[in-house]
């Protein structure tokens, strides 16, 4: 179960495409000659990247004024854009880490080990 408001649920599904992305650039690169990780350090930054920015941008919206007739209160409405209550932009650090650990495993298939 996802729960998100706005839209948060683009955080999920711009870590969903790295995955992919991941998965299709990275040996696109290493059979022109462009080391292993690479691809997949490039496509996770870039996806948290993009995650920062379209995330702030939502969640930095001007709210709405709204002024009660009865008492004269000023209430501001804005839209939040949140995926299991985190703000959106804040997700671009586990993007991070998931990148980091894609990384980590990237490079542990290359290496052979030993029997025990």
Same mark, same amino acid.
């Given at each position: 179960?996802?729960?998100?408001? $706005?839209?948060? #649920?683009?955080?999920?599904?711009?870590?969903?495409? &790295?995955?992919?992305?991941?998965?299709?650039?990275?040996? &696109?690169?290493?059979?022109?000659?462009?080391?292993?990780?690479?691809?997949?350090?490039?496509?996770?930054?870039?996806? &948290?990247?993009?995650?920062?920015?379209?995330?702030?941008?939502?969640?930095?919206?001007?709210?709405?004024?709204? #002024?009660?007739?009865?008492?004269?209160?000023?209430?501001?409405?804005? $839209?939040?854009?949140?995926?299991?209550?985190?703000?959106?932009?804040?997700?671009?650090?586990?993007?991070?880490?998931?990148?980091?650990?894609?990384?980590?495993?990237?490079?542990?298939?290359?290496?052979?080990?030993?029997?025990?």
């Amino acid at each position: 179960m996802i729960i998100w408001s $706005g839209w948060g #649920v683009l955080a999920a599904l711009i870590m969903g495409a &790295a995955l992919v992305a991941g998965v299709l650039v990275d040996p &696109a690169l290493a059979r022109i000659g462009i080391p292993t990780p690479t691809g997949v350090v490039a496509v996770w930054v870039a996806a &948290a990247a993009l995650n920062w920015v379209v995330g702030t941008r939502l969640n930095n919206r001007p709210g709405r004024e709204l #002024v009660d007739p009865r008492t004269g209160q000023v209430v501001i409405l804005r $839209g939040r854009h949140t995926l299991f209550w985190i703000p959106m932009q804040y997700w671009s650090v586990l993007i991070l880490l998931l990148g980091a650990v894609a990384i980590l495993g990237a490079l542990g298939a290359g290496t052979p080990r030993r029997p025990a």
